[in-house]
């Protein structure tokens, strides 16, 4: 199965591209979001900003400590210490070879693969695979070769480790990042080329006590430590509490199911019946379905771009679409009625668009596709509204404020960095438990005084079924909370940052 892999942010604020640097799997999957604080056009003083940071950037450290793991016996674990770029980026170093070179990387629990940049390797691997690697993203690719050597992580030596040296980095995302590579944590099954990951192999040869590794992001930026991944536990001077765990559903990333989602202590009602979501600490923002992450921006005041197909809608059959759900008729049914969707749910519904023209087949199936996902919108937001017995007027009203706050098709959406005290928190539910998430933790900011660019930590990404609808949790979640990989026991562990 491909692999989806990454989001990181760029490092010019261009997120990465990473804002939304959209990096999508050739495994048909999922794309991965990253974060993007600024736009290099419009402040070249932010981007003065983040490049003289540059030198303070150093590897990695990487120390030892002596835990418990899970079990409460002592054992030594090695924790690989993290450097924090803007809350945007954590990294740490490895070193691949005999002798080993260092590298930093990204230790990315939404990918499989371990790569390194082949133009930067003066070593010579013990065993050169031949085997070509390709992995497609969003804004360009990565290409190169499979290659075979001992792999150190910490004071970990995982012998024979198969990886890719990347001959082709296309993309400005990986020309601007502080990183040299990823090193995947995902599962086997969406590992490109069905190479084993490190992480398998390190259970495999005995490396590690426990089969578990845990993530600690700090996001004070001011500090000297990022944060940092251990292997083989966890490091309890960094949660407090307990963790509250759930199962992995479905291996690929680290996925589990997610309830409901608040705003505010207000159920939104999208995720009362259950969502998933998955755990990936390559993201940069929270990502999640365009309908509920439109609210969320809405709640907090994020702008994005106005959404004229959206407008057209409410406009043109929004006192239908009421009237309907008033009558009772199935929610998921309405759009394919009124002729904007051609699946009502459980079964094709022809809407003879047939053309003599190929192209004009498909740009009429484009149109559609995208007013029918308008459509769907449109039926969620006026349902929760009638649930809260709003008026027809109110509810036009409302919607018309939802079109306005869509994110732009790059995700971004911006927040007035003086209003944060005003906002309310945003929570998710996950093993019955509600985890918040403060106007402070979900704001990303740049800058200082009167240059501060806010940035909501909230970003659009539709996953269409059997996948999704997905949420991606990624750092802004991650920071708050300490997060668990247990392997042994398939399942996911979070518990409040310390």
Not at 105 to 124: A, Q
Not at 277 to 294: C, K, Q, R, V
Not at 362 to 369: E, I, M, Q, Y
Not at 443 to 449: P, Q, R, S, T
């Amino acid at each position: 199965m491909g692999n989806k892999l990454k989001t990181v942010v760029a490092t010019f604020f261009l997120c990465f591209l990473l804002f939304p640097l959209v990096f999508s799997a050739s495994n048909g999957g999922l794309v991965r979001i990253g974060l993007k604080k600024t736009k290099l056009d419009k402040n070249n003083r932010v981007a003065a900003q983040l490049e003289s940071k540059d030198g303070e950037v150093r590897s990695a450290s990487i120390r030892k400590y002596y835990l418990r793991g899970n079990s409460g016996d002592p054992e030594d674990i090695d924790i690989v210490s993290l450097k924090n770029y803007m809350d945007a980026q954590y990294f740490g170093e490895i070193g691949v070879g005999t002798p080993p070179q260092k590298f930093t990387v990204i230790f990315d629990t939404g990918s499989s693969n371990l790569w390194v940049p082949s133009s930067k390797c003066y070593f010579s691997a013990c065993n050169l695979l031949g085997k070509p690697a390709d992995i497609h993203y969003g804004t360009g690719a990565i290409s190169g070769y499979f290659s075979q050597d001992h792999v150190k992580v910490g004071d970990l030596v995982v012998k024979n480790q198969e990886f890719i040296e990347a001959t082709r980095e296309p993309s400005i995302t990986f020309l601007v990042a502080k990183f040299d590579g990823i090193l995947g944590l995902g599962f086997k099954e969406i590992s490109v080329g069905n190479a084993v990951p490190v992480w398998y192999n390190m259970v495999k040869q005995g490396l590690v006590k426990e089969p578990v590794f845990s993530f600690w992001f700090n996001r004070n930026t001011d500090e000297e430590e990022g944060g940092e991944i251990v292997f083989g536990g966890v490091d309890p001077n960094h949660y407090k509490g307990k963790h509250t765990y759930v199962p992995v559903t479905q291996k690929g990333y680290w996925q589990f199911d997610m309830g409901d989602v608040l705003i505010d202590g207000q159920t939104t009602g999208f995720c009362a019946s259950g969502c998933s979501a998955i755990a990936d600490s390559g993201t940069s923002l929270l990502a999640g379905p365009t309908t509920i992450i439109t609210e969320v921006n809405h709640a907090i005041g994020a702008t994005g771009v106005v959404s004229q197909e959206c407008k057209a809608v409410v406009a043109e059959y929004g006192e239908t679409i009421i009237k309907m759900l008033l009558e009772k008729d199935q929610p998921m049914k309405i759009c394919s009625q009124i002729g904007l969707c051609t699946f009502d749910g459980t079964r094709g519904v022809s809407m003879d668009i047939e053309s003599v023209v190929d192209n004009t087949r498909k740009a009429s199936n484009g149109l559609r596709d995208a007013m029918c996902s308008t459509c769907e919108m449109t039926v969620v937001w006026m349902q929760n509204q009638l649930k809260q017995n709003q008026t027809q007027d109110r509810i036009l009203t409302y919607v018309n404020e939802l079109c306005d706050r869509l994110p732009s098709p790059m995700g971004e959406s911006a927040v007035d960095c003086g209003s944060l005290s005003s906002l309310p928190n945003v929570s998710l539910t996950i093993g019955g438990r509600v985890f918040d998430l403060s106007p402070e933790q979900y704001v990303l900011k740049v800058g200082e005084g009167e240059a501060a660019q806010c940035i909501s930590g909230f970003t659009a990404l539709d996953v269409p079924p059997p996948r999704g609808p997905l949420w991606i949790l990624g750092d802004v979640f991650m920071g708050r909370y300490h997060t668990v990989f247990d392997y042994g026991n398939q399942r996911v562990g979070f518990a409040e940052a310390a």
